[in-house]
């Protein structure tokens, strides 16, 4: 694996580690790592590098192989390990080192997107090694017209199924576990629809805040961090139909098919929120106005949170809303999609109490699902009360980089964006993005710490004093 962009950010806190975790699992055999940049990295920058990441990658037992064969494996791939200057936009630089790597090579690009597009130009078919992998970070492109431009390059390189648009939000457990729930069970497929679902919605919000993100964040903003990536592709999972295999074609299908139904509805103002935090305290720590963090320009007008509603325009969906939402320094972490059912068509008379839908919810991080019924509470059977059934789900113990190198490295592009994919995500969003630079849509408030404006639509998060009982 060759890593462009090897002294960057992303490089070291992110995709090393993961790498690092990977190979301590024994999912890596054989990985020789090489790393390039701009920088004129010592061999021994380099090699404190790969320490300083890899550092607890082999401790405890791993499924796939003992502890001192991961240490060893580790050893082996730093002791290997090089690294080279190269400027990967001229001309023939990053073609003549690909010549000296052995076959199959996978190139990730953890680049500034700018730079990337630069760097494929410069490349031809040829410079390639036999059955080279392009692994393309996030964002893909600015806007649908970049991203098809971007799209056009690398076909001219590799085959599409070669080509890796890196989503770690698509992990196998995020995928698989929606996969699953649905299809493996007659009870919910029959009720996933218009018919019985009043809404949908996935919520990622963060007590984050900006994290020292500047450079990046005060220029994407979360509607092109979060909302045009990822939230439409979990989306996209949780509103397919059914495919016949986990194969990549059968999956990525489905979920094409339903980003090209979606859209956004074109009053703005209505069918979008947007926000930006202002001082306040998460838990003890105070947080400062976002405009006064470090880097930020207040005339940027980035939004620190935001929601906006897709329609999926096809029978299944029709009329039912699906409220994307994301946002940083919040009142608490809430990674999860929630799915809100119609209410019964008729109560028998005599029930009182709480009288809620039907919520099922799928956390992403910590991985669980939990379905809110009514029954008939303790003490009095005609007062109905609210229970929580709840379990955990899977997860794949390496870390969100290490499974989607885990694919990489296995050729599985399952996990990837596809091509007509990661135009469609930036053909919904786009209309909205540029009413939002317009100023129809207003920049609205909300105090760090809090759970956002009090008015916006998408449901309140659960109090902690809801009942719980445990089943799983
Ligand atoms: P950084 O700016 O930290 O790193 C970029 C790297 O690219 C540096 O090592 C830089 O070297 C190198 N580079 C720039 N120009 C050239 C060139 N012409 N030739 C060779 N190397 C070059 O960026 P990040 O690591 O933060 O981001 C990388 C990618 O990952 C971006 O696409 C970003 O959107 C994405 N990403 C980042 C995340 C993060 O948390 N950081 C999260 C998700 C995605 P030098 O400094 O010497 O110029």
Redesign the pocket.
Known sequence: MLV???????????LLPGVGRLIAAGRAPRLELVG????DWTAERWRQRLDDSFAGADEGSTAEGSTAEGSAELARVKDASTYHR?????PGELGRLLKTLQAPVAVY?????A??Q??CEALTAGDLPEGTRLVM???FGSGAESAARLNATLAGLVPEDHIHR?D?FLGKSTVFNIVGLRFANRLLEPLWNAEHIAKVEIIFDEDLTLEN?A??YDHAGAGRDMIQSHLLQIMAIIAMEAPASLDERDVRDGIAAVLRASSIDNHFARSTRRARYTAGAIGDRPVPDYTAEAGVDPANNTETLAEVEIRVKNWRWAGVPFLLRSGKALGRNRKEAVITYKPVPHLPDGFRGVDAPTRLHIGFGPENLTLDLDVNGPGNLFELDRVRLETELASDPLLPYGEVLDSVLAGDPLLSVRADTAEECWRIVEPAFAAWRAGTVPLEEYAAGSDGPADWRSSRPRSAGDKQRADG
Do not use: I
């Not at 462009?4 to 992110?14: E, I, Q, V, Y």
């Open positions: 462009l962009g090897a002294s960057g950010d992303l490089t070291g806190r992110l390039a940049g701009s920088d190269l400027d990967v936009t001229a690009f953890a680049l500034p997107p730079v990337s630069a760097a970070e996030k964002p890196v770690h993100r450079r990046y």
